[in-house]
């Protein structure tokens, strides 16, 4: 079921793995992906939902992570801090070598306690890892 749709990013809940799945295809993650991913984090909590897969592998270059994920889920998760969340962005190689080499370089890069989230570059590696939680 589509959730929310615009020109270049698209949330869907699938209901047999009870995932939400957001694909941006614009080149540049931009205030069309934070709204997209605002709509994806409310939909999460508004529906209990606790697996999200971030399809980021036609970005490029490589987004901070800090700015464009970690900040609108630290902000959404203060007023639901006992929520365990699942989150697995995929990711191109060029752009999982930047965001890891940043991760293991700043601890400010780090998501919130309550949530998992982890780097792949295969779509199947990531819904393997989310099915598996």
């Given at each position: 079921m589509t959730l929310f749709h615009s020109p270049e990013a698209q949330l869907v809940y699938h209901s047999a793995s009870d995932t939400l799945y957001l694909s941006y295809s614009a080149t540049r993650l931009s205030l069309s992906f934070r709204a997209a991913y605002q709509q994806a984090l409310e939909k999460m909590?508004?529906?209990?939902?606790?697996?999200?897969?971030?399809?980021?592998?036609?970005?490029?270059?490589?987004?901070?992570?800090?700015?464009?994920?970690?900040?609108?889920?630290?902000?959404?998760?203060l007023a639901?801090?006992?929520?365990?969340?699942?989150?697995?962005?995929?990711?191109?190689?060029?752009?999982?070598?930047?965001?890891?080499?940043?991760?293991?370089?700043?601890?400010?890069?780090?998501?919130?306690?309550?949530v998992e989230f982890n780097y792949f570059t295969s779509r199947q590696e990531a819904t393997d890892w989310l099915s598996s939680n």
């Open positions: 909590l508004q529906h209990n939902v606790t697996k999200l897969l971030l399809d980021l592998k036609r970005n490029a270059p490589p987004a901070d992570e800090t700015e464009h994920i970690l900040q609108p889920l630290a902000e959404v998760l639901h801090p006992d929520r365990s969340l699942f989150i697995a962005a995929v990711v191109s190689e060029k752009q999982y070598q930047y965001q890891i080499g940043n991760v293991l370089a700043a601890s400010t890069t780090l998501p919130p306690a309550q």
